[in-house]
């Protein structure tokens, strides 16, 4: 484990200004210092990238189909292979409609997305 490499990649991040640390900037910086501390990748991180793969997919449409905003969510109960683990993705659009899609993955949550469009409310 190289101690020196790690203390100076955590510093870079931290010093890195918060309008310039995007998700990928800190995925990669993460990816560096597993390296430099000899850990390998488990299962355990799947749901993790699934959730940053979903967040990014979820920010690109947010902004291209003019979305208001968007929310993800991981969901994981259990322990080994009693785990249960679900993505679930909201967006809102600036007409109060809102999209929502779950799954285990960012393929699943995205292929599940579908529309909801409020009730018209009743006037009194």
């Known amino acids: 484990m190289n101690n020196e490499t790690i203390d100076r990649l955590l510093i870079r991040l931290l010093r890195t200004p918060e309008d310039e640390r995007t998700q990928e900037h800190v995925v990669e910086a993460l990816a560096l210092v597993r390296e430099a501390a000899n850990l390998e990748a488990t299962s355990q991180d ?13 920010e690109l449409l947010t902004s291209e189909l003019n979305m208001s905003n968007f929310s993800v969510s ?18 809102t659009g600036s007409d109060k409609t809102w999209f929502f899609g779950y799954g285990k ?17 009743c006037s009194a």
């Open 46 to 58: 799947e749901p993790f990238k699934e959730q940053l793969k979903l967040a990014a997919i979820a």
């Open 105 to 121: 993955t960012a393929e699943e949550a995205l292929k599940d997305l579908h529309e909801h469009k409020p009730k018209a409310e």
């Open 74 to 91: 991981l969901d994981m109960r259990g322990l080994g292979v009693h785990r249960i683990q679900s993505l679930s993705l909201s967006m």
